[in-house]
């Protein structure tokens, strides 16, 4: 039983590490999270951009040319 108490009291007054890991592993997730956010965000920003340069390529060559307004 004596065993048992001094363990308990030596894993008691070394935890300090403990809470060190856990707020390291705790913000390793949320970093995570937010790349993970991150990246499926600009993955949609990057679908609106390419819809919209094609829409724009593809009324610039339907335009032709002389039938802009000119800056001359």
Known sequence: MKVFRTLAAFLHKNDRGQDVAE???????IAL??????????GGMQGMWN???SS??????????GTGISGN
Do not use: E
């Not at 707020?23 to 997730?29: E, K, P, R, S, V």
């Not at 999270?33 to 600009?42: C, E, N, P």
């Open 23 to 29: 707020y390291c592993l705790l913000t390793a997730l």
């Open 33 to 42: 999270i937010a790349l993970g956010v991150f990246l499926h965000f600009s």
């Open 51 to 53: 819809s919209a340069n």
């Open 56 to 65: 724009l390529a593809a009324g610039n060559s339907t335009a032709g040319p």
